[in-house]
């Protein structure tokens, strides 16, 4: 058959040289695929009569049926985009695909329900004559960038005409197209990175005494080489990503709710000054940094419940885990401190475990559930501190800081962590980190 | 852009602001820019893609760093506020909330769940919190409920305290003196009768109180009580209200309670609950399904690249790519959203209609009209051949584009005033010594920020011309990219970008960038990019145009040769088409298509194709079609005698 429709004078334009698709072509293709989308719409009908064993396969074909026929829809529409009855196949197709697809796939039904709607803009624009094709064009232009202006000017303080018509109108357009974003990049400062470290300790047994024996893990997001996995380093800067969604959250002291928590948590955090110091160089103030709700809510049991289950063999193994999150800020040195000159000669590294703050978010099961709420210091920076690396008795391996953060995690004392070697894998080893 | 639309800034123009808005957005452009946009934006996004193929489960999996089952959860509950329209001006959201804080909420979830099914019960036993609750002054609010609280610190506490309210007496009298300093003067200058009916309000909460089954009676019943003493006013009012309202079918009742459990706020109050997003990836998680759907995202993402059937491959893509978008928003950062930009406007315009396979299946379908309708190529076809034609729809794209990276810009240059880093050239310091993001594991580059840091002039130079320059650009782009300064900042802002790739490795966002910026470039760069130079070599296609196999062959031919090196020859003598360079022997059938695949450009890229087992063969029947082993006579007739060329230019 052929699809090219007879071209009998010459075009009187270089635009009209190539020959349209034959307006039967079209219709058939259309056609087709309506039918493709019926079919699946009539399957689901079929499916509540038949037995549970055949409905995977029923909402298999389903699912087949619909794709083909909106691509062959969307095909027809493609061969003669200005025809009008061409776009209402696509919404009728369209409207077809929300009962042909199973119930379970809710959110392509949100979509099918938005193609429709698109088609039919379609409709409408091919039907118009060009001025009044103009007119609507330019409607849903002039529409489309307020959108856009109003979700440049929605981050906080938001101005209360941006929260009105962003929310009322604009939010689940933008949401949909993934176009909400304020472009307020590194603003109002860059800001530190984040980098988190999971402490696993895994129950594998008892001891000769009766005390439950523990197997120990550092986990670490991201680490340079492992998280470079390909050539442009993205997987690395996605992990960065991952990081950064539990930087978010205030000085927690310093905002004024839930002042009796704050009063009960500072004594707990203040009672163990003496196993864990505050760190000296910091406001007590921003040293307590409660995460903002959605962190707490969602992202910190999702990210705990995966680190255990990626790094347990099975599921036993992994319900006898318990994992303690620290995210550590990596602060940036000012130029004094970096061109500073140490009393060796040297420099002090960038990558100097005493320019991270670790924050302690938390010990979680595998399930996410935050095992101690009142633990005395959740969300409080745990310091790593300098050490004297001369002394060799109790510090044989010359390092020059004190890691209180794997003296929280190992809940040993500070000389063990001093004079543990961090090659073993028991306390944190800090050289992974450049 | 086009040459035919008037300069939007030429001095006397005289159009009125409809006629600029229209000669803006709704003139013709070329359509070469937006296909090489296309090719750009889909190499990197194909990238992009294959990138997610080493993490493909730990990122959009069941158990990834975001489970399914948070994700599902967040896009069906999630709720959004907005402040009332009406209403006064230090009105805010007004929802019931509770503590953030897990043990505090687990106390009055409790307390909540605790209280009387039947309304008339609840009331009773809330009298006295709505009493106080409609105090004007919120000190008063508080001063009554902390009286009220300090009765449970003993048994006898509430009786004593209850009598002494009532205007009883306890013995020793004294005791009856130091209850009586304890009640709130608003209480005690009260009549006896509404000191007798707040009592029994304080009795009923107390019983009801007592009856909630708490971890810890004492410390949970503290924790409702500081709730309810320190939250705000607004708030408190809603929670109260809340409480009223709570539905009297228990399935209701649990599901609200569950709802402000995990929400902490109450859905009857939001303006909407849940997200309209969609993604394949909520609806598949068995990993063999996801590798496969995968695969074939990527085989999508490289036909539109190609340009094969780009109006729908356009419009799949972008869907396949905004599944993962809306899959796990976590892990996602600006070059993702650039990349949904270009996509999203890609799929708008016809990117497809040059640089693209679909522009090789129009100049075949255009040759082929032409043949089968007057047997020779006609001026309009032969013009389609030469060039794309300009369309309304390229400019109306490349326009979204521009103006959407305007937007962008703004926002971003005008943002970064709020910092004061930005203002004393912190900012670059920050950014060029973060050891996460920077070159800073290597000593080298270590070194040389130390050597720029060690001489203070130097430093404070460069930091603040660095910041000075990124809000010039960001800031001044948005309006002197319609000046003639165009070239210049469009220069200047490529320059940011790729030292920001360079300094800071994100280098995937920054050539996204760079691609949208090609949208400001005039129609005539890039085309005369790709446009070959006067070197190539001529061909000569001879061809009885009459003869429908021929014509189609000769319509094939006239497709592949995207720089019309080849005159097409009519001859209606000729059994079979034939091929030749310049004058010499013209060849036919493999020779043939070797000939072609070394001379014409497009096709010399293409010559390990021939490698390809069977294709050789196969083009050789369709662009040489009847094809005989060649006699002497045909071949000298080929070259000898005169024809009437096929005129082409």
Sequence with gaps: MERDAPALAAPRCPADAVPPFALETVRITGFVGVGLTALAAGLSGVATLLPDSVQPAINFARLCLVFIGMITVGAAISMRPGVWWAWALGAAAALLTWPGLPEYWDSFRLLTLVLAGVAGGGVILTSCTPFWRTVLVSALVLFHFTGIFMATTSPPPTPWLTEQVFRHIYNPYLQLVYLRNAYHFYSPEPGPASLLAFFLKTEVGTTATGEPEYKYQWVVLPTRPADLRDPLGLGYYRRLSLTEQLARGSPGLAVPTDQFEKTEMWYRRYNQREVIPFHPADNVNIQYRLPNPDVTRYLLPSYASHVILEHTPDKQTAAKTTVKVYRLEHRTMPPDQFTRRLADG????????????????????????????????????IPILPADPNDKQLNPYKKPYLDYMSVHALELSPNEVLAADEKAGRVFNWSQLK | MSTMRPSLTAPGDERSPWQRWKDFWFSTADPT??????????????????????????????????????????????????????????????????????????????????????????????????????????????????????????????????????????????????????????????????????????????????????????RDRNYVFNHFTEVAAESRHALIQYIATLPTDAAEREKLLNYLEYWNSDPRQALRIGYPIFSIWFHVTDPTQMALIHVGVLVLILLFTLGVFTRVTSVLTWLACISYIHRTQHVLFGMDTMMNILLFYLMIGNSGAALSVDRLLARYRAARASLNRSGVIDAPTRAFLAYPPPSVLTNFTLRLIQVHFCFIYTAAGLSKLKGAAWWNGMAFWDVVVNPEFTLMLYPWYESMVRGLASIKPLFYFTTITAVWFTLFIEIGLPFLVWTR?????????????????????????????????????????????????????????????????????????????????????????????????????????????????????????????????????????????????????????????????????
């Design chain 1, 346 to 381: 040297g420099y002090q590294s960038p990558y100097n475990p005493v320019t991270y703050r670790p924050f302690f978010l938390g010990e979680f099961d595998v399930h996410g559930t935050l095992l101690n709420p009142q633990e005395d210091l959740l969300y409080w920076l």
């Design chain 2, 33 to 218: 820019t937006l296909g090489f946009i296309r090719i750009c934006t889909g190499l990197l996004v194909l990238y992009i893609h294959l990138a997610y193929s080493l993490d493909l489960q730990a990122f959009f999996g069941k158990h990834g760093w975001y489970a399914a089952s948070f994700i599902d959860r967040e896009r069906k509950e999630s709720p959004a506020f907005v402040s009332p329209f009406w209403g006064g001006y230090d009105e805010g959201r007004m929802s019931a909330q509770l503590s953030d804080f897990p043990h505090r909420r687990e106390a009055l979830m409790t307390f909540l769940r605790g209280l009387p099914v039947n309304e008339i019960d609840r009331a009773a036993a809330m009298a006295f919190l709505n009493r106080i609750n409609t105090y004007q002054n919120p000190d008063d609010f508080r001063v009554a409920l902390v009286y009220v609280q300090r009765m449970g610190s003993r048994p006898e506490e509430l009786d004593n305290n209850l009598t002494v309210l009532t205007g009883g007496q306890l013995t020793p009298p004294e005791r009856t003196l130091a209850y009586r300093r304890a009640i709130p003067t608003f209480f005690r200058d009260l009549p006896q009768e509404e000191r007798e009916k707040i009592a029994g309000e304080i009795r009923a909460f107390w019983t009801l109180l007592g009856q909630i089954k708490w971890a810890d009676p004492d």
């Design chain 2, 485 to 649: 300064l165009r070239w210049f900042v469009v220069f200047l802002a490529t320059a940011m970008h790729a030292l920001i790739g360079v300094l800071m490795g994100l280098n995937l966002f920054e050539l996204l960038m760079i691609v949208m910026l090609l949208a400001f470039l005039p129609d005539r760069v890039i085309r005369d990019r790709f446009r070959a130079g006067p070197g190539l070599p001529r061909l000569r296609f001879t061809v009885n145009t009459r003869n429908p196999a021929q014509a189609r062959a000769a319509a094939l031919v006239l497709a592949l040769d995207a720089d019309n090196q080849i005159a097409l020859q009519h001859d209606p003598d000729v059994v079979t088409t034939t091929i030749a360079v310049g004058d010499g022997e013209p060849v036919t059938g493999p020779e043939g298509v070797a000939l072609l695949f070394q001379h014409i450009r497009l096709l010399s890229a293409l010559r390990w194709a021939l490698w390809i087992p069977g294709l050789r063969g196969l083009l050789a029947r369709r662009l040489f079609p009847d094809r005989r082993p060649p006699s002497r006579e045909s071949l000298s007739s080929a070259s000898g005698a005169p024809r009437s060329p096929v005129a082409r230019r």
